[in-house]
């Protein structure tokens, strides 16, 4: 029941060993991945901030 609703919502299919390990090299490199696009999403917030602003003061 679980693994129909993870396919049909997620496209995930979970079955027994089905799962991929990572090394600890391949975690730090993904996790590296996420926190630069968590920068480049957190500065086009600021950006999207700054031109709301200069419109407001016009």
Do not use: P, W
Not at 33 to 38: I, V
């Amino acid at each position: 029941m679980v693994n129909q609703k993870l396919n049909r919502y997620f496209g995930l299919d979970m079955r027994f060993n089905s799962l991929i390990l990572l090394s600890e090299t391949d975690k730090i490199e993904h996790d590296i991945k996420l926190l630069e696009l968590f920068e480049k999403y957190k500065g086009a917030i600021e950006v999207m901030k700054n031109c709301q602003k200069s419109q407001l003061s016009f």
